[in-house]
C-alpha cells in the first residue's frame, strides 16, 4: 500500500504544479482558435500531424490521416483540404514558397511487400493536384530532396532525381556519393546553400557534393591537427562553420579544416545531440539549435549515483551547462516529453502526452537557463487505429510552426487530434 500511496501522491503533487505554475506564470498563453483533424474514434491516422507555415500568405498546412489541410491563421478557419488519392495517403510533403509537392503511398502501407509510391504537385491557392507521377515499385516510399527554380530533387534507394517541376518528367538521375555500408548507417547529413554535406564517422571526413549533381568539391573535408573522437554526427552547417557532436565531445570546425572550439564534457558519461535535420520551407535545419546553442540530453554515474537531465552547449564560446531533472520544475515531465521541440523567441517548447487521461501539456521554458514560464493542458484524443507503427516513423519535427506578421505573431501546436493557435506574451 505504501508504495501505491507514494504513487499518488506524485500524481496530486503534478496536477498541482501544472495548474498552480499555470495561473501564477510570468508567461501568458492565450488561445486565439482551435481546429478539430480527428473528430471519430474510427478514423486512421496513418502518419503523426506535422505543420508547415506560409509566411506570406497567413497560413499553414498540415496533414493528418491521408489528407492535406490549408488553413487561415488569422481567422483559424479552412481554406482548403485535399484527399489526394482514396488509395494512398500523404506520407510527406515540401515547400519552398511558391511550389508545393507531396510524396504519396499505399494507405495500408506494406512491409515485406513492394508499392508504386507517387509525387504530386499542389496549386497552393486551391488545393488542386496539378499533376501526379507514379513510379515504379519498390520496397521505398519517395524523399522530398530540395526545391530548386525550375526543378524537384527526390531521393529513393540510393539515388537522386530530378523532376521537372511543372510537368514532372524525370530529367536527370544521379548517385548520392558512394560510401562503405558501414559508414552509411551510422553516417549524418544535411544541406547548406546547395551544397550536400555528409559526416563519415569511420573514416572521420566530410563529403562536400555541389547540387543537383553532386559534383565534389575534391577531396573530403578532414579536420587539421586533431584525432577526433569516435561516435560524432554532424549536427550543423552554417556561415562556413561545422559542428560535430557525439556522446562525449563537441567540435567546431571550418571550411578549411581548422578546429575552432574542442570541448569535453568530462563530467558526463552519456550526453545526446541530435543528428538529424528536417527540411523546412526548403530548408535544412537542427530544431535543437538556437542561436549559438544546441540543446541535448545527459545521463552520468558518479560515485555509484546515477544523474541525469538537460544539456545546452555553447558552441561558439566553448562554454555549457547542465541541468539535472530536478533541478529544473517539472523536469521529470519534460524528460518524457515528444521528442519533436521547438525553440523561438528564447522560449523551449515541449509537449507532453498522458494518453491514457486523453491528456496533453504544452510546457514552455526560457531558454537557455530552462526557467518554467508557463503549462497549459488541453484534451486530446489518441486514436488506438493506425497502419502504421511508431517504431517505423517516428515523432516529426513539424509539431509547431510559428507565424509571424504585421497582423498577427503566435504559435500554432498540432496535437494528436486538434491544430491550437496561441498568442503568447510576457506580462
Known amino acids: 500500500m505504501r508504495y501505491g500511496s507514494k504513487a499518488l501522491i506524485r500524481i496530486f503533487l503534478v496536477i498541482f504544479l501544472l495548474v498552480s505554475i499555470n495561473s501564477c506564470s510570468n508567461y501568458s498563453v492565450k488561445k486565439i482558435w482551435e481546429i478539430k483533424v480527428l473528430d471519430s474514434a474510427d478514423e486512421e491516422n496513418v502518419f503523426p500531424m506535422k505543420l508547415i507555415p506560409d509566411t506570406e500568405n497567413n497560413r499553414i498546412y498540415a496533414n493528418y490521416a491521408s489528407k492535406l489541410l490549408c488553413i487561415d491563421v488569422s481567422k483559424g478557419s479552412r481554406i482548403w483540404e485535399l484527399d489526394a488519392d482514396k488509395d494512398k495517403a500523404i506520407f510527406e510533403f515540401i515547400f519552398s514558397g511558391s511550389d508545393f509537392f507531396i510524396s504519396l503511398i499505399p494507405k495500408q502501407y506494406p512491409k515485406d511487400k513492394p508499392f508504386s509510391p507517387s509525387i504530386a504537385k499542389v496549386e497552393i491557392q486551391t488545393g488542386k493536384i496539378l499533376w501526379n507521377k507514379e513510379f515504379s515499385k519498390s520496397y521505398s516510399p519517395i524523399f522530398l530532396f ?73 577531396e573530403n573535408l578532414r579536420f587539421k591537427n586533431i584525432v577526433l573522437p569516435d561516435n560524432l554526427g554532424l549536427s550543423l552547417v552554417r556561415d562556413g562553420k561545422i559542428l560535430l557532436t557525439s556522446s562525449n565531445h563537441l567540435i567546431l570546425g571550418n571550411e578549411n579544416g581548422e578546429i575552432l572550439k574542442n570541448m569535453k564534457f568530462e563530467d558526463i558519461s552519456t550526453a545526446e545531440f541530435l543528428h538529424y535535420f528536417i527540411n523546412l520551407n526548403n530548408n535544412y535545419i537542427n530544431p535543437t539549435i538556437y542561436k549559438n546553442y544546441i540543446f541535448g540530453n545527459y545521463f552520468s554515474t558518479e560515485k555509484m549515483k546515477v544523474e541525469s537531465g538537460f ?34 523567441k528564447d522560449v523551449l517548447f515541449l509537449i507532453y502526452e498522458e494518453k491514457m487521461k486523453d491528456r496533453s501539456t504544452l510546457l514552455a521554458y526560457s531558454f537557455p537557463d530552462l526557467e518554467l514560464l508557463s503549462t497549459i493542458s488541453e484534451n ?48
Open 311 to 344: 544539456l545546452i552547449a555553447d558552441f561558439e564560446n566553448g562554454t555549457y551547462s547542465k541541468k539535472k531533472i530536478e533541478e529544473v520544475k517539472l523536469g521529470e515531465i519534460a524528460a518524457k516529453a515528444k521528442s519533436s521541440l521547438f525553440i523561438w
Open 380 to 427: 486530446t484524443k489518441f486514436l488506438e487505429k493506425r497502419t502504421l507503427d511508431d517504431t517505423d516513423f517516428p515523432d516529426p519535427p513539424y509539431l509547431f510552426a510559428n507565424m509571424e506578421t504585421s497582423n498577427i505573431t503566435g504559435l500554432i501546436v498540432s496535437y494528436s487530434d486538434r491544430i491550437i493557435f496561441y498568442a503568447m506574451n510576457s506580462k
Open 146 to 218: 530540395l526545391i530548386l527554380e525550375k526543378e524537384l530533387m527526390i531521393a529513393r534507394e540510393g539515388k537522386c532525381y530530378v523532376l521537372n517541376c511543372f510537368n514532372g518528367e524525370i530529367m536527370n538521375e544521379y548517385h548520392f556519393p558512394q560510401v562503405s555500408y558501414k559508414e552509411a548507417g551510422a553516417s549524418s547529413w544535411t544541406i547548406s546553400e546547395r551544397v550536400f554535406y555528409e559526416y563519415l564517422p569511420v573514416s572521420k571526413e566530410i563529403i562536400r557534393a555541389k547540387l543537383p549533381d553532386f559534383s565534389n568539391f575534391g
